[in-house]
């Protein structure tokens, strides 16, 4: 399934706009319930007018709450925002930390979230993001019979070689939004058909 997935899906990358480690932060606490097409609609102009994390740490929470409204929850979204911000003025002289228990520490970063940056900005295979999609498509193509999130993270990463945990994050979760969709999945366009147990699927 791995080399279907590479051959179809050669490129499958993480879709949130950003520019640096601190902006794709941002962005993965917005992208929580919400699309990462309505997040880059946000972070478009919000990263205009703070590019840096000193400048979400200087935000004025109301506003901000209003500029991200769009994304829902949007209330502890800002708060967790601007602490997390403010933590890594404070404690990582304004530079995002790439450890996943540093990056544990900082507001409304959980594991998803640590892996998402660990993967994406600075290359560092310290697991398997586990969102929507990739729970989902776990279940469906019988990687595993859970649905905790950690639970299936350590499946897929007992499954899968060190090397393939960022990729396969990126490529599972675009098979879930252009063909294993939530509620109709596309199986007969699927090329992973022929090895898919379609566990759940009707
Ligand atoms: S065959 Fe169907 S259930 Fe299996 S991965 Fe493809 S779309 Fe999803």
């Known amino acids: 399934m791995i080399n279907l997935l590479k051959k179809y899906r050669p490129t499958a990358h993480c879709a949130l706009y950003h520019k640096n480690p601190v902006q794709l932060l941002v962005a993965t606490i917005l992208s929580a319930q919400c699309t990462d097409k309505r997040v880059n609609?946000?972070?478009?102009?919000?990263?205009?007018k703070y590019p840096s994390a000193a400048a979400f740490a200087k935000a004025n929470l109301k506003e901000l709450e209003k500029e991200i409204y769009?994304?829902?929850?949007?209330?502890?979204?800002?708060?967790?925002?601007?602490?997390?911000?403010?933590?890594?003025?404070?404690?990582?002289?304004?530079?995002?930390?790439?450890?996943?228990?540093?990056?544990l520490t900082l507001s409304g970063v959980g594991r998803k979230t640590a892996n998402v940056i660990l993967g994406t900005a600075f290359n560092i295979s310290s697991g398997v993001v586990v969102d929507t999609h990739v729970k989902r498509l776990s279940n469906r193509l019988g990687f595993t019979h859970s649905k905790d999130p950690e639970?299936?993270?350590?499946?897929?990463?007992?499954?899968?070689?060190?090397?393939?945990?960022?990729?396969?994050?990126?490529a599972l979760i675009l098979h879930g939004r252009e063909v294993c969709k939530a509620r109709v999945p596309r199986c007969s366009t699927c090329f992973l058909e022929e090895l898919c147990p379609k566990k759940g699927v009707k």
């Open 41 to 48: 609609q946000v972070t478009k102009t919000l990263f205009k």
């Open 70 to 103: 769009s994304t829902g929850f949007f209330r502890s979204k800002a708060q967790n925002i601007k602490a997390s911000c403010q933590k890594i003025q404070k404690d990582f002289k304004g530079q995002l930390p790439s450890s996943l228990e540093e990056l």
């Open 151 to 170: 639970r299936i993270e350590k499946d897929l990463c007992n499954l899968l070689l060190k090397k393939d945990w960022i990729y396969f994050s990126h």
